[in-house]
């Protein structure tokens, strides 16, 4: 189980991160070094704290098994509402300091099969399962950038009948559309949106079935410029069948987005993504690997 520190509710508010990258593109400033706050200042109330303050070693709150209870719908609360680490860097989500520490590597499955809407599925019962299947889910939502789409996603890939406009990768999705100027409810010929897993972790369980799983994505955007940046999201995942989907019952407390291979990507507990060519273990060897590929992959 990972370590947390304090957050700020709503410091990156829904969709930021996207809106960031798509405000890039559509003004072609994807490269100059103070885009990230310029659209900070622009999109948000409050204006940015200091970053240097970052510098610091977060204040780590350790989720105890023995506070979390037996299991059922308290545990799952206390593992969905634990806060995660504060990112009140501007640029974090493009830039940092890059880690000095090595982090063991995350080696996730592949997928077996493709399942509704094209999202690769048929990943194990198991906590590295689910988090390939919400990258998966995630991967096939930034590539086809659509809100008809997306509400189709979410409606075959999680539980109960919640509303897809309230999903969080909706608002993403909507926000991106209207900064980069797309004429409707979907992207535009030309404009080439992906994403690719670059790191993962899993925030808590409750028995084989249940997982909090968050995964952080590299995002890129091109259409005359590209602009990219990392985007951290985490959600519930269920095993219902033979498949792990959505637990629309349990809102999870949002994760940090961090430059993946950062040092602040590392305190915020992100171990990096085994991708499916190469694996590199503690005494160096090789191995396998795998990622989310297949079918509707964000390559």
Known sequence: ????????????????????????????????????????????????????????????????????????????????????????????YRQGQVATTVAEPLSIPSPATTGPVDVPTGYPRSPEGALGQLAAIDVTVVRTMSVPATH??????????????????TGNVTDFLTAARQGGQAKEPGLVVTAVPAAGQVKGSDGPDWVVACVLLRLEASLVEQARAAYGHCEAMTWTGDRWVIDTTHPVAPAPSTWPGTDLAARSGWRPWATAEHVSTRDGSTGAGTGVGGPGGGR
């Open 152 to 169: 189709e996603i979410y409606r075959s890939w999680s539980t109960g009948g919640a509303d897809p406009a309230g999903w969080v990768m």
């Open 1 to 92: 189980m990972s370590e947390m520190a304090p957050t700020t509710p709503g410091a990156w508010g829904r969709g930021r991160l996207l809106a960031i990258l798509a405000c890039a593109l559509a003004a072609g400033l994807a490269l100059l070094a103070g885009l990230g706050l310029f659209i900070w200042q622009v999109l948000s109330a409050d204006p940015p704290r200091s970053g240097a303050a970052q510098d610091s070693a977060p204040i780590q709150v350790l989720l105890e098994e023995a506070s979390l209870g037996s299991g059922g719908p308290d545990r799952r609360a206390r593992v969905a509402d634990a806060p995660m680490l504060t990112v009140d860097d501007p640029d974090a």
